[in-house]
């Protein structure tokens, strides 16, 4: 394997986790700027109210964008093991 195929496969991997964790890391920083607004309008300073519907919010973001998560990782898994040739040598 050259350092060219080297670089490329681990540049592809960085792409591919990327995209992958962007839309629930989206999804958790506008959650998050949200509940702080709500808390700091508020004046409420409870620590349950800001950890409660940031995992609600998470979890209902993981459950929606999982079918679309999980069919760019078999096609990254498909891609990859599909021409093993080129990584041999």
Do not use: H, N
Not at 24 to 31: K, N, P, S
Not at 49 to 62: I, M, Q, Y
Request: glycine share 4%; charged share 10%.
């Amino acid at each position: 394997m050259t350092t060219s195929a080297a670089l490329e496969l681990v540049r592809g991997s960085l792409y591919t986790t990327l995209w992958l964790c962007l839309p629930l890391l989206a999804i958790g920083f506008v959650a998050s700027i949200i509940i702080s607004l709500v808390q700091t309008l508020t004046a409420i300073q409870d620590s349950a109210f800001s950890a409660l519907p940031r995992l609600v919010v998470f979890l209902v973001a993981l459950i929606v964008a999982l079918p679309w998560m999980l069919q760019r990782w078999i096609d990254y898994t498909v891609a990859l093991l599909g021409d093993l040739s080129k990584y041999v040598r």
